[in-house]
Nanobody, 124 residues
Framework: QVQLVESGGGLVQAGGSLRLSCAAS????????MAWFRQAPGKEREFVAG????????AYTESVKGRFTIARDNAKNTAFLQMNSLKPEDTAVYYC?????????????????WGQGTQVTVSS
């Protein structure tokens, strides 16, 4: 079993930046795709960004393109989400997700491991 633990959330003013981290532990492997999802109050959980096990390919939802960057450090079994130019509509609980295999998916049911979530609040 793989455990995922997020960190780095908090309160920031619009236009500011935050960096989220997701540390994987347990039965990790080299082929482990990861992604970030978010859920705002009263809304469904949505895909934010995904990254392949090698880190060579990434994907983003349209609303964060050019502002967010997903990356990973496989030596440390950690994924990151750098969030710049934050907007109030980015306010949500952000979840890290992962699954054995090389590629990511936009669909949350694809992932077998989830973190507990970290709150990101952007004030206007």
């Amino acid at each position: 079993q793989v455990q995922l633990v997020e960190s780095g959330g908090g309160l920031v003013q619009a236009g500011g930046s935050l960096r989220l981290s997701c540390a994987a532990s347990g039965r990790t492997s080299k082929n482990y795709a990861m992604a970030w999802f978010r859920q705002a109050p009263g809304k469904e959980r949505e895909f934010v960004a995904g990254i392949t096990s090698s880190g060579g390919n990434t994907a983003y939802t349209e609303s964060v393109k050019g502002r967010f960057t997903i990356a990973r450090d496989n030596a440390k079994n950690t994924a990151f989400l750098q969030m710049n130019s934050l907007k109030p509509e980015d306010t949500a609980v952000y979840y890290c997700a992962g699954r054995g295999g090389g590629t990511y998916s936009y669909t949350q049911n694809y992932y077998t491991n989830w973190g507990q979530g970290t709150q990101v609040t952007v004030s206007s």
